[in-house]
């Protein structure tokens, strides 16, 4: 069965250090989607994006992060200058119509 | 705002128990339900949903009824395999499909031989 593939599974980083985030959908999927889960919280929408643009953010989807799919096949989500807050599992999900999504493994992104 | 809220865990069971997860949730309007679950190392799969009001969602023994009275979306299985060992999120949708879910704190599951 295909599936939502992420990498890196674990990440290190410094705070204030960039990071991204990669993820290969589902290749005949057309919505996209970020979330998060820091220990202990609940899974909590990042952004949404579907035909080449953002189509929903959360209040956490500040300035920066953003998101790309550069080449029609990854979608990324980059973090531009880490904060130890930032620390999280990151899933990555994709969907044919928006209705069922199909998660990745994530991320887990550890800041220091 | 929408929010869910469901029990906390863990849950132990032993094999063959009758499992119960309870599941609330606050939204405007009519949202869509789901049951998602977290098997060890994977990530998150749709277990079952409803999308309005008395609806029965129904997949691998899991049942949940969409109860509008009570805002509620409670999962329930019969009879429990270790298999069942998983982590279980309910989320709501508000609105059209795309839109974003929202979660539950999910409940660990701990089915015992």
């Known amino acids: 069965e295909p599936e939502v593939t992420q990498t890196p599974s674990h990440q290190v980083t410094q705070m204030g250090q960039e990071v991204i985030l990669r993820c290969v959908p589902i290749s005949n999927h057309l919505y996209f989607y970020w979330y998060r889960q820091i220990l202990g919280q609940k899974v909590e929408f990042l952004v949404s994006?579907?035909?080449?643009?953002?189509?929903?953010k959360s209040e956490i989807f500040d300035d920066q992060f953003s998101v790309e799919r550069p080449d029609g096949s990854n979608f990324t989500l980059k973090i531009r200058s880490t904060k130890l807050e930032d620390s999280a599992m990151y899933f990555c999900a994709s969907s044919v119509s928006g209705e069922k999504l199909f998660f990745g493994s994530g991320t887990q992104l550890s800041v220091l | 705002g929408n929010s869910v809220t469901q029990m906390e865990g863990p849950v132990t069971l032993s094999e063959e128990a009758f499992l119960t997860i309870n599941c609330t949730y606050t939204a405007t309007g009519y949202p869509s339900l789901f049951w998602y679950v977290q098997y060890p190392g994977e990530g998150l799969q749709l277990l079952l949903k409803?999308?309005?009001?008395?609806d029965k969602g129904s997949n691998k023994g899991f049942e949940a009824t969409y109860r509008k009275e009570t805002t509620s979306f409670h999962l329930e299985k019969g009879s429990v395999q270790v298999s069942d060992s998983a982590v279980y999120f309910c989320?709501?949708?508000?609105?059209?499909?795309?839109?974003?879910?929202?979660f539950g704190g999910g409940t660990r599951v701990l089915v015992k031989p």
């Open positions: 409803a999308t309005k009001a008395d």
């Open positions: 989320a709501l949708r508000a609105g059209a499909a795309g839109n974003k879910l929202t």
């Open positions: 994006f579907y035909n080449n643009e953002i189509s929903e």
